[in-house]
């Protein structure tokens, strides 16, 4: 009798090694080679769920995601709308070990987004995302539906400023200097 693979669980396997070799060893180190060797098994074996790195990259992405929504959905929601907005948004920036991770996932595949089509709607995907949240903050933060739209664009790049920034001069940007600028805008949103 033929064995019985649970595809689901296997992927979730992958998926433990996977984030395993990033937290350890970084985003770069994330290949099929090293997650097959983490996992235990061969690396053929790893190719038949994840054919190239881009897919690997668009898997680690989904979870990306998933670990953000699970965070922004479960945060503190005590406190005024400006600091609710803030503990949100921070939630998208790297500012601890896990999120520095992500982020550069983020940033991996939105390197490849120039030439991969499915890399460019992946990045296009988790970029609506943040603008959602950014749409979202607006609203909390000025009682008001966003409809301006300028305040929301601000705000986005600001995120992506600030997580670029963070990420790749974490001495100029260092987390508590990210949270001083994102509460400065949102300040900002609230007076105005």
């Not at 053929?44 to 992405?61: D, V």
Request: proline fraction near 5%; aromatic fraction near 4%.
């Amino acid at each position: 009798m033929p064995k019985i693979v649970d595809h689901d669980a296997r992927r979730a396997e992958l998926a433990r090694a996977m984030w395993r070799v990033v937290y350890r060893d970084g985003v770069g180190a994330a290949t099929v080679r090293s997650i097959a060797a983490e996992a235990g098994w061969s690396p053929s074996a790893l190719r038949h769920y994840f054919a190239t790195q881009t897919e690997l990259l668009l898997f680690a992405m989904e979870h990306v995601q998933a670990e953000a929504a699970e965070r922004i959905a479960t945060g503190d929601r005590t406190g005024s709308p400006r600091e609710v907005a803030q503990r949100i948004l921070e939630q998208l920036l790297p500012l601890d070990r896990q999120r520095v991770r992500e982020a550069e996932v983020w940033l991996l595949l939105a390197a490849r987004a120039q030439s991969d089509p499915v890399a460019r709607a992946r990045t296009a995907e988790a970029d609506d995302g943040i603008r959602r949240a950014a749409e979202f903050a607006v609203t909390l933060v000025t009682g008001e539906p966003a409809a301006d739209q300028d305040a929301v664009a601000r705000l986005h790049a600001l995120l992506d400023g600030l997580a670029l920034h963070t990420l790749l001069y974490p001495d100029r940007m260092p987390p508590g200097r990210a949270r001083e600028l994102l509460g400065a805008h949102l300040d900002a949103l609230v007076a105005s």
